[in-house]
């Protein structure tokens, strides 16, 4: 079984620029979270997505949105790009999201913002 | 306000001993803990997992230990080897689809 997908795995943006990335679930998979980290401050919660509709949301800017599509596929997108966006920004699925699902990351999308 | 707690940066261990990664959290209402690592430059990877209604999940070379009390779990590798070397994230979720809530990572290294 194909594990989550991210693309792409490396980018550099400029300030202002926006950015989108991709994230395709394991198959069967209908809950998609997408988590930030940056050096020293561990996984944080950005969005959940599930059957198409956002169920939960971080404490971030709304610079940050996604979305979701009906293969489950997601997508995050970043507008007016800052230098503290740089990160890498982790994609992963569950079944359903629920409590008791593990959640399966992907490798990651390295974002540099210059 | 860190809901979940991982005091140690990093620890030092050597091939062939126990390695003792600790997590604490505050949220009483958590029901589900899990344990990740992570390699540079790769996503987290789930190692093992442990349900509130146990105190011990084991796999392999690895377990982990729950205290509901004390709000405070651990994973414990025996014996450690030096593939180990990660940094390791605790991770804990409430009832129903809440997201998963992560502590800062361990950075463990398994010395030769």
């Known amino acids: 079984k194909a594990g989550v997908t991210q693309t792409p795995r490396y980018l550099i943006k400029t300030r202002g620029q926006q950015v989108t990335l991709s994230c395709s679930p394991i198959s069967g998979h209908r809950s998609v979270s997408w988590y930030q980290q940056t050096p020293g401050q561990g996984l944080q919660f950005l969005f959940e997505y599930f059957s198409e509709t956002q169920r939960n949301k971080g404490n971030f800017p709304g610079r940050f949105s996604g979305r979701q599509f009906s293969n489950s596929r997601s997508e995050m997108n970043v507008s007016t790009l800052e230098l503290g966006d740089s990160a890498l920004y982790l994609c992963?699925?569950?079944?359903?999201?629920?409590?008791?699902?593990?959640?399966?990351f992907g490798e990651g999308s390295w974002l540099t913002v210059v | 306000d860190q809901q979940v707690k991982q005091n140690s940066p990093s620890l030092s261990v050597q091939e062939g001993r126990i390695s003792i990664l600790n997590c604490d959290y505050t949220n009483s209402m958590f029901d589900y803990f899990l344990w990740y690592k992570k390699y540079p430059a790769e996503g987290p990877t789930f190692l093992i997992s442990?349900?509130?209604?146990?105190d011990k999940n084991e796999d392999g070379r690895f377990t982990v230990f729950l205290n509901k009390s004390a709000k405070h779990l651990s994973l414990h590798i025996v014996p450690s080897q030096p593939g180990d070397s990660a940094v390791y994230f605790c991770?804990?979720?409430?009832?129903?689809?809440?997201?998963?809530?992560f502590g800062k990572g361990t950075r463990l290294s398994v010395i030769a």
């Open positions: 442990i349900s509130s209604i146990k």
């Open positions: 991770a804990a979720s409430s009832p129903g689809n809440t997201p998963l809530v």
């Open positions: 992963a699925s569950s079944p359903t999201g629920d409590t008791g699902n593990t959640i399966y």
